[in-house]
């Protein structure tokens, strides 16, 4: 890692929070410029994305997959035990389809951008989390759907235009994975993929801070008018976070992975995907207006547990003596 990345990682959540503040602000007080910023939300995510991908070493993808211990235990707490989780906290909303559909979207997809960045800053196997990207990504698109159907119901799922999905996926997913793919083909020496996997990593803080600016700053002041409507959805999602914690210790523990390893599992199945599904949810039909909130309402949620997490995991997952 370069100099400057790491200093950029180091102070992650500052630049993070400021971020958001500074969307905040412009959101709120320059609330006519939400339109125009609306439109790059999936140009700046796709990027985003692009760097995530870049930084994913492909040529020893192959070897890092086949740590089936570890990619095993962090596929079984985000699509079984995640699910069963979100089933019974949705139903504190289920009365609400628009804000039972965010609350969906959002806590059944895992995160696969800045959580490798929060759990690295937790002594978190962040190299391992990072091969398990793809992974992660391909079958939550795949799962998605399917949870959809079963815990909103038909009727919600057949309001759906698939076509916006479809979009969705091939520009926020396809494309800047195939084209992270191409970028690693063509760097045939080594010192160049290292190059180039440098300046992704370089990269994530700015596309982040970016992304996050340019996400609150369309959505902010829309929040602000529902924030009664929304309340509802916050302890939900504090409680998300609450369960998860124990669970993805547990869950690391009995899979018997080493400290590194629970500490990236309990990351995982904490951090959820509201940047890449918030596209999805601003296509969905009128009536699910306030489904986009719903999913912003988490980002913010989930990025003051994340500044809490950094302190509290490493605490939580020690690493201990022999005779302890």
Same mark, same amino acid.
């Given at each position: 890692?370069?100099?400057?990345?790491?200093?950029?990682?180091?102070?992650?959540? &500052?630049?993070?929070?400021?971020?958001? @503040? /500074?969307?905040?602000?412009?959101?709120?007080?320059?609330?006519?410029?939400? *339109?125009?910023?609306?439109?790059?939300?999936?140009?700046?995510?796709?990027?985003?994305?692009?760097?995530?991908?870049?930084?994913?070493?492909?040529?020893?993808?192959?070897?890092?997959?086949?740590?089936?211990?570890?990619?095993?235990?962090?596929?079984?707490?985000?699509?079984?035990?995640?699910?069963? &989780?979100?089933?019974?906290?949705?139903?504190?909303?289920?009365?609400?389809?628009?804000?039972?559909?965010?609350?969906?979207?959002?806590?059944?997809?895992?995160?696969?951008?800045?959580?490798?960045?929060?759990? /690295?800053?937790? /002594?978190?196997?962040?190299?391992? $989390?990072?091969?398990?990207? +793809?992974?992660?990504?391909?079958?939550?698109?795949?799962?998605? +759907?399917?949870?959809?159907?079963?815990?909103?119901?038909?009727?919600?799922?057949?309001?759906?235009?698939?076509?916006?999905?479809?979009?969705?996926?091939?520009?926020?997913?396809?494309?800047?994975?195939?084209?992270?793919?191409?970028?690693?083909?063509?760097?045939?020496?080594?010192?160049?993929?290292?190059?180039?996997?440098?300046?992704?990593?370089?990269?994530?803080?700015?596309?982040?801070?970016?992304?996050?600016?340019?996400?609150?700053?369309?959505?902010?002041?829309? &929040?602000?008018?529902?924030?009664?409507?929304?309340?509802?959805?916050?302890?939900?999602?504090?409680?998300?976070?609450?369960?998860?914690?124990?669970? /993805?210790?547990?869950?690391?523990?009995?899979?018997?992975? @080493?400290? *590194?390893?629970?500490?990236?599992?309990?990351?995982?199945?904490?951090?959820?995907?509201?940047?890449?599904? $918030?596209?999805?949810?601003?296509?969905?039909?009128?009536?699910?207006?306030?489904?986009?909130?719903?999913?912003?309402?988490?980002?913010?949620?989930?990025?003051?547990?994340?500044?809490?997490? &950094?302190?509290?995991?490493?605490?939580?997952?020690?690493?201990?003596? +022999?005779?302890?």
């Amino acid at each position: 890692m370069t100099p400057v990345a790491a200093t950029l990682e180091r102070h992650q959540v &500052v630049l993070c929070l400021a971020a958001i @503040a /500074g969307g905040a602000a412009v959101g709120i007080l320059a609330p006519a410029t939400a *339109p125009v910023v609306a439109p790059a939300i999936t140009p700046v995510i796709a990027l985003l994305l692009f760097a995530t991908f870049l930084g994913v070493p492909f040529r020893t993808l192959g070897a890092a997959l086949r740590d089936t211990r570890f990619a095993g235990t962090v596929l079984a707490v985000n699509f079984l035990v995640v699910p069963l &989780v979100v089933f019974v906290l949705s139903r504190a909303v289920a009365e609400d389809e628009a804000a039972l559909v965010g609350v969906l979207l959002v806590l059944l997809t895992p995160c696969v951008d800045y959580v490798i960045v929060f759990a /690295g800053l937790a /002594g978190g196997a962040r190299d391992k $989390l990072l091969a398990a990207t +793809p992974l992660l990504m391909v079958v939550q698109i795949l799962l998605l +759907p399917l949870y959809l159907l079963l815990l909103a119901g038909p009727t919600i799922v057949g309001a759906f235009d698939l076509r916006p999905f479809v979009e969705a996926f091939l520009l926020l997913i396809a494309l800047p994975l195939g084209a992270a793919v191409l970028v690693q083909l063509g760097a045939r020496r080594v010192r160049v993929i290292a190059r180039i996997q440098d300046a992704a990593i370089t990269a994530m803080v700015p596309l982040m801070m970016l992304t996050l600016a340019v996400v609150v700053a369309s959505q902010i002041a829309d &929040v602000a008018g529902r924030a009664g409507a929304l309340l509802a959805v916050v302890p939900v999602y504090l409680a998300f976070t609450a369960v998860m914690v124990p669970l /993805g210790i547990v869950a690391a523990r009995v899979a018997g992975l @080493a400290v *590194p390893e629970r500490r990236a599992v309990v990351f995982s199945g904490v951090t959820r995907n509201s940047l890449v599904v $918030l596209p999805l949810a601003l296509a969905l039909p009128a009536g699910f207006a306030l489904t986009p909130l719903v999913v912003v309402t988490q980002t913010l949620v989930e990025l003051v547990a994340m500044v809490v997490l &950094v302190a509290v995991v490493p605490r939580l997952v020690r690493h201990r003596s +022999p005779s302890a």
